[in-house]
């Protein structure tokens, strides 16, 4: 089974940035994306990348803030997120899918979570 594992969260000044990175074992070749849930609140697509990495797609509210990227040859899918906000804070899941199509709203592996939390 693909494992996916998530690194670079912590804690960042509001207007500060932070890049998330999600590595996949096994050189997996599968569409990737980033998951976020803050506290009390569901679980939301936040940005989404295909492959080779050709097409993304984001959460509305992060658009011109976030950016998804792939590096191939690793298998890793990073976040940059720059001008965060405090309603950015929340854990943030990396995720891959089967097939593109499922990607956002049905995806099939995990990453266990890392911690973004923005303070004013």
């Known amino acids: 089974q693909v494992q996916l594992v998530e690194s670079g969260g912590g804690l960042v000044q509001a207007g500060g940035s932070l890049r998330l990175s999600c590595a996949a074992s096994g050189r997996a070749v599968l569409p990737m994306g980033w998951f976020r849930q803050a506290p009390g609140k569901e679980r939301e697509f936040v940005a989404g990348i295909d492959w080779p990495g050709s097409n993304t797609m984001y959460l509305g509210s992060v658009k011109d803030r976030f950016t998804i990227s792939r590096d191939s040859a690793k298998s890793t899918v990073a976040l940059q997120m720059n001008s965060l906000n405090v309603e950015d804070t929340a854990i943030y899941y990396c995720?891959?899918?089967?097939?593109?199509?499922?990607?956002?709203?049905?995806?099939?592996?995990w990453g266990q979570g890392t911690q973004v939390t923005v303070s004013s």
């Open positions: 995720a891959a899918a089967r097939l593109l199509g499922l990607l956002r709203t049905k995806p099939d592996i």
